[in-house]
């Protein structure tokens, strides 16, 4: 503080007079900010850079995806032949022929069973395999990835491998000889078996996908709920009925509507395994039926029908699937 003394007109001293020089110090004002957003980060682009983002995926999901679905609708309204032209005009005739051809009915039906043994194996076998790896430590961490290894595989690698195990003087059947068996099962020429050896194949291969998805959402349910349930009194499996299973939904809804697609879909291992037999049809898939009507027979508009009518199939299924299991996520 600095004082300064004053002088009267008169020549007497006036009282000293305090100043405070902080009120004359230079005060730090904040450098005033811009209202315009920077030029480097702009969080909100607004619709014209989120569609320059956008567009080359949306150009490859039209051009891959959008656009051989409606060649194969518009194929499946015509006989097309690459090798006998012309293309004519044929309507739904196609379409209505698939209910009375008896090649396209069998591999309707040993779609459906494949799908159904390959959701319920995968679905079952992924929980039980998440509950007993939903642990800590290295032992268990190596399990995981022994377990994923076969999501990453080629469907084609896997049916090579398994055709080596399971071929009548394969793997499997020189160990059962070993042990005693004289007569071991033909797992891909008997007719009665090679539809299910197909499908535990094809449902070994999802496992590990199953297994990943339900332990993370094993993981993510709070410790809380089991420490209140035990001192509430409930034991392992009431935790589980009442906890772990209701929390466990969302994961039941992704594992079960994906399987279904991956039954639904099947052809890789059915190519590689059985080529469609052992006999006529034995284990032809819907997939396997509409490759072996285009490329073999060259029938491109009937094999276009029966594409669209696997489509329509798999939609259906897959929307009242995911519409009931969405359900049970709201009442768990």
């Given at each position: 503080m600095r004082i300064r003394t004053l002088t009267r007109p008169d020549g007497s001293a006036a009282a000293p007079e305090a100043k405070d020089t902080a009120a004359v110090r230079p005060q730090h004002t904040p450098a005033r900010r811009s209202s315009r957003p920077s030029r480097r980060f702009r969080p909100?682009?607004?619709?014209?850079?989120?569609?320059?983002f956008a567009a080359p995926g949306l150009l490859a999901y039209?051009?891959?995806?959008?656009?051989?679905?409606?060649?194969?609708?518009?194929?499946?309204?015509?006989?097309?032949?690459?090798?006998?032209p012309p293309t004519r005009?044929?309507?739904?005739?196609?379409?209505?022929?698939?209910f009375s051809d008896d090649d396209f009915l069998k591999a309707l039906q040993n779609t459906v069973v494949i799908t159904v043994i390959v959701t319920l194996v995968t679905n079952a076998g992924g929980l039980a395999i998440a509950?007993?790896?939903?642990?800590?430590?290295?032992?268990?961490?190596?399990?995981?990835?022994?377990?994923?290894?076969?999501?990453?595989?080629?469907?084609?690698?896997?049916?090579v491998i398994w055709q080596a195990i399971l071929v009548d003087d394969g793997?499997?059947?020189?160990?059962?000889?070993?042990?005693?068996?004289?007569?071991?099962?033909?797992?891909?020429?008997?007719p009665s078996l090679a539809l299910y050896t197909v499908s535990w194949?094809?449902?070994?291969?999802?496992?590990?996908?199953?297994?990943?998805?339900?332990?993370?959402?094993l993981q993510g349910i709070p410790q809380e709920l089991h420490e209140a349930a035990a001192i509430d009194g409930c034991g392992p499996l009431m935790r589980f009925r009442h906890v772990t299973w209701p929390m466990?939904?969302?994961?039941?809804?992704?594992?079960?509507?994906?399987?279904?697609?991956?039954?639904?879909?099947?052809?890789?291992?059915?190519?590689?395994?059985?080529n469609g037999g052992p006999g006529p049809g034995t284990t032809s898939t819907l997939a396997?039926?509409?490759?072996?009507?285009?490329?073999?027979?060259n029938h491109v508009g009937y094999a276009s029908a029966m594409a669209v009518a696997m489509l329509i199939l798999v939609a259906t299924v897959s929307v009242i699937a995911l519409g009931w299991l969405q359900k049970r996520e709201v009442s768990a």
């Open positions: 909100n682009g607004g619709p014209g850079r989120f569609a320059l039209l051009a891959l995806v959008l656009v051989p679905i409606g060649m194969t609708a518009g194929y499946s309204l015509t006989n097309k032949n690459p090798f006998n005009w044929v309507g739904l005739s196609n379409l209505t022929s698939l509950l007993l790896l939903d642990r800590r430590g290295w032992l268990y961490n190596a399990l995981r990835s022994v377990f994923f290894v076969p999501v990453v595989l080629s469907a084609v690698v896997v049916s793997l499997l059947n020189s160990m059962l000889r070993q042990l005693g068996v004289s007569h071991p099962p033909g797992w891909l020429s008997d194949v094809i449902a070994w291969q999802g496992l590990g996908f199953c297994v990943v998805i339900y332990l993370a959402g466990l939904a969302p994961a039941v809804t992704i594992n079960t509507v994906m399987s279904l697609i991956g039954g639904f879909k099947a052809y890789d291992q059915i190519q590689v395994l059985t396997f039926q509409v490759i072996q009507t285009a490329f073999n027979g």
